[in-house]
C-alpha cells in the first residue's frame, strides 16, 4: 500500500473487479483503523445508461459506508479511437480531484487477467521491452500533467474469477460493461480468443508470467542506464548538460533509454518519446551532426555553453510555443 496521511482513492467503474477492490480496502482500512476509502466514479456519457450506471457505484459505496464521487466527462465524444479517448479523460478527471484533494494515489482494479491481455494488446502492436514487461505494481499517472500522483495495483496476483467468488459471497452485485462484448474493440478480440489461447497453454498467469520475466530485464536496464546517466549528465543552466561521447561507448540500448531519460526528465512527460524520432535524434547527438540543435519531446537538444568541455550538449524545454513529438535539425525554430 501507498503510504499517505489522507484517505486511499480507489477508481471504481462498477464492474466486478473494481468493486471488489472497493471493499478490500474498505476491509484493510477497518482492520488498521485508517481512514475509509474513497470512491471515484466516471460518467463517461458514452451510453444514455452511463449516468444511471455511475449513480448506481455511487450507491453501492454508500451502502458500504463509503463516500463517493461522480465525475462526468462533459463535451463532444471523438468518432473514433474511443478507448484510448475515454482512458484519457477518466485519468484526467481523477487526476485533477486527486491533485484538488492532495491525495497522492489511485487505487486500480487491475488483474492477472489485465496483465495478460495488456501483453498480448502489446504484442500485436509491436511493442518492445517496455511495452510487453508487467505492469506495474506502482507506476507513474498514465497522463502527463500530474507529476506527483501514481497508480496502484494490489491486485494484479489475483484473477477475475476470484474477484467475483469474493462478490458473491459478501452478496454484491456488479455492472458488466456492454463495451466489453463490442467485438470492435481490440481488447474484446483477445478475451473471446480466451479458450483457443488456453488449448495452446496460453493461460493468463502463463502470459503474465513472461511479462513479469521482461519486467526483471527492464529493471535490469534501467539500473545500467542510471549509471550511465550519472557519467553522462549534469546540471546546467536552463536545462540538463549531456555527454554525445559516452552514450556513444554505452550499448544502443542504453544509450537510447538514457537521452529518452534526460529528454524526459526535462519536459515533465511521463513517457517516452517515440522509438523512431529517439532514434534519429541519438544518431545525430553521437555523431555530432545535430547543427545549431533540434527539438523533441518539449525539449531543445543543441550546442551548451562550455562549463565542462565534455558536457557538449544543453537539454532544456522548448519554446511553449512548440510541441514535442516529431524530430527537427537545423537552425532552431525552422
Keep these: ?20 477492490l472497493m471493499h478490500l480496502l474498505s476491509a484493510f482500512a477497518k482492520a488498521h483503523k485508517l481512514k475509509s476509502p474513497i470512491v471515484l466514479t466516471v460518467d463517461h456519457g458514452l451510453r444514455k445508461t452511463s449516468g444511471k450506471e455511475a449513480r448506481q457505484v455511487a450507491a453501492w459505496a454508500k ?23 475515454a482512458r484519457e479523460a477518466r485519468y484526467r478527471l481523477m487526476g485533477d480531484w486527486l491533485a484538488k484533494h ?20 502489446r504484442l500485436a502492436r509491436g511493442s518492445g521491452l517496455d511495452g510487453l514487461a508487467a505492469m506495474r505494481a506502482r507506476a507513474p499517472w498514465p497522463v502527463p500533467g500530474f507529476p506527483l500522483l501514481s497508480v496502484e495495483r494490489p491486485l494484479l496476483g489475483i484473477t477475475r474469477g476470484d474477484l467475483r467468488v469474493y462478490l458473491t459471497a459478501l452478496g454484491q452485485a456488479w455492472q458488466d460493461d456492454p463495451m466489453n462484448e463490442d467485438a470492435a474493440f481490440d481488447r474484446v478480440k483477445i478475451r473471446k480468443a480466451r479458450g483457443a489461447l488456453a488449448d495452446l497453454g496460453l493461460t493468463p498467469s502463463r502470459i503474465a508470467a513472461a511479462a513479469t520475466h521482461l519486467a526483471r530485464a527492464r529493471a535490469a536496464l534501467e539500473t545500467v542506464t542510471e549509471a550511465v546517466l550519472a557519467r553522462a549528465a549534469g546540471q546546467g543552466q ?51 551532426s545535430l547543427g545549431k540543435g533540434a527539438t523533441l519531446h518539449g525539449c531543445h537538444i543543441g550546442p551548451a555553453p562550455k562549463v565542462r568541455a565534455e558536457l557538449a550538449l544543453l537539454v532544456r524545454p522548448e ?3 512548440k510541441t514535442g513529438g516529431s524530430l527537427k535539425t537545423g537552425k532552431v525554430g525552422a
Excluded: C
Excluded at 492532495?102 to 496483465?115: E, F, R, S, W
Design 63 to 85: 451502502k458500504a459506508g463509503l463516500a463517493a464521487h461522480v465525475l462526468s466527462w462533459r463535451g463532444a465524444k471523438p468518432k473514433s479511437g474511443v478507448e484510448a479517448a
Design 238 to 288: 536552463g536545462g540538463g548538460l549531456l555527454d554525445p561521447a559516452v552514450l556513444a561507448a554505452a550499448p544502443r540500448e542504453v544509450g537510447l533509454r538514457a537521452l529518452a531519460a534526460m529528454l524526459m526528465a526535462v519536459s515533465g512527460q511521463p513517457y517516452r518519446p517515440r522509438f523512431d524520432a529517439l532514434e534519429r535524434l541519438f544518431d545525430k547527438v553521437v555523431a555530432g
Design 1 to 20: 500500500m501507498a503510504q499517505q496521511d489522507g484517505p486511499l482513492a480507489v477508481a471504481v467503474s462498477g464492474g466486478g473487479d473494481s468493486l471488489a
Design 319 to 321: 519554446n511553449p510555443r
Design 102 to 121: 492532495k491525495i497522492a494515489a489511485l487505487y486500480v482494479g487491475h488483474t492477472i487477467d489485465d496483465q495478460a491481455e495488456t501483453f498480448l494488446l
